[in-house]
């Protein structure tokens, strides 16, 4: 694990790799937040659902109780081993239809052992989006370590692990279809194309009457080619009038911004800022009463994503 090129460092990653083991395929729980951007784990098992998996640490559950993803993702320095049980379960890990995880971490020994490690990325040689016009900015740290040992020679032991992520990544926003120059004036020629539909109802036809200020009749089509008379359509040219823009839509006109790439926007200037502090401690004991074992966990972390939906813009008159 610890040598392959895991970005983010999660054992999670290598879920997949696994015969019958496919990636999130109805999106159940793959937007969960888990030790700040990780993978939460989010597979399908034996072709069950996503919520169907089961997954333990050291023997204990460590699941998120919402859509029972992983709710820990310990430090990769800190894992012995991990385990996918697709089918053919012991009794001892019932209640799961889909698979079962379960991951071990490492012990202390008579000896101190430790190690200490930082990962660095930054946009050097990062080129931009393809779609976006200027490259965003990048700037990850993950730095950590472990240190494990005996309290009690032959008797108690101890495994320590830390882990800190530092990230600044400037988020493509992808190409969002805004409102032109021209559309923000009521000006539609350039999708008069899917303006031929026609006035559904008497209903809608007084109300766009009132708000228009001229007649309006069931069944008119709201623009034809060539059309430049409320005789003929109900936008002349295209056009609506602003007189008959809603409070509403003159209000949030100046919060959409200008479109920068053909009829879109895109952007990734705004940058996502991830900072995740994880650690963990392992206690063992050999005593007469057999192999006892504690293991405590803690995670802080504090993401922020700029861009937390692409949806179309429409807007109304």
Not at 94 to 116: E, L, M, P, R, W
Request: with cysteine.
């Amino acid at each position: 694990m610890e040598a392959l090129p895991l970005n983010g460092r999660s054992y999670t990653d290598l879920l997949a790799l696994q015969p019958g083991v496919a990636p999130t395929t109805t999106g159940e729980g793959g937007g969960f937040a888990v030790s700040g951007n990780l993978d939460p784990g989010a597979v399908s098992i034996s072709g069950q659902r996503e919520q169907a998996n089961g997954f333990m640490i050291n023997g204990g559950s460590a699941e998120e109780m919402c859509y029972m993803v992983a709710g820990i993702v310990p430090n990769l320095d800190s894992i012995a081993e991990f385990r996918i049980l697709t089918n053919n379960s012991d009794a001892e890990y019932g209640h799961y239809a889909g698979g079962q995880v379960n991951v071990i971490t490492k012990s202390g020994t008579n000896q101190f052992h430790g190690d200490a490690f930082e990962f660095v990325r930054n946009p050097n040689l990062d080129s931009r989006n393809f779609y976006s016009p200027s490259r965003g900015v990048l700037h990850q740290n993950q730095f950590g370590g472990t240190q494990g040992g005996p309290i009690w020679h032959d008797k108690m032991f101890f495994f320590a692990d830390y882990q800190g992520t530092r990230m600044v990544q400037g988020v493509d926003t992808g190409l969002i279809p805004v409102p032109s120059a021209a559309d923000r004036t009521g000006d539609l020629t350039d999708v008069a194309g899917d303006l031929t539909q026609a006035v559904n109802g008497n209903f809608w036809a007084n109300t766009l009457a009132q708000e228009l200020g001229y007649p309006v009749t069931a069944g008119e089509p709201y623009y034809t080619t060539g059309c430049t008379s409320t005789a003929q359509c109900v936008f002349p040219n295209a056009i609506i009038p602003q007189s008959a823009f809603t409070t509403p839509t003159n209000a949030l006109l100046p919060y959409i911004p200008l479109p920068n790439s053909g009829p879109y926007y895109t952007t990734s200037a705004y940058p996502e800022t991830l900072r995740d502090d994880k650690g963990a401690i392992r206690l063992d004991a050999n005593t007469r009463l057999g192999m006892l074992m504690g293991y405590y966990h803690i995670d802080d972390f504090q993401l922020v994503n700029p861009v937390l939906r692409e949806d179309l813009v429409t807007w109304a008159f």
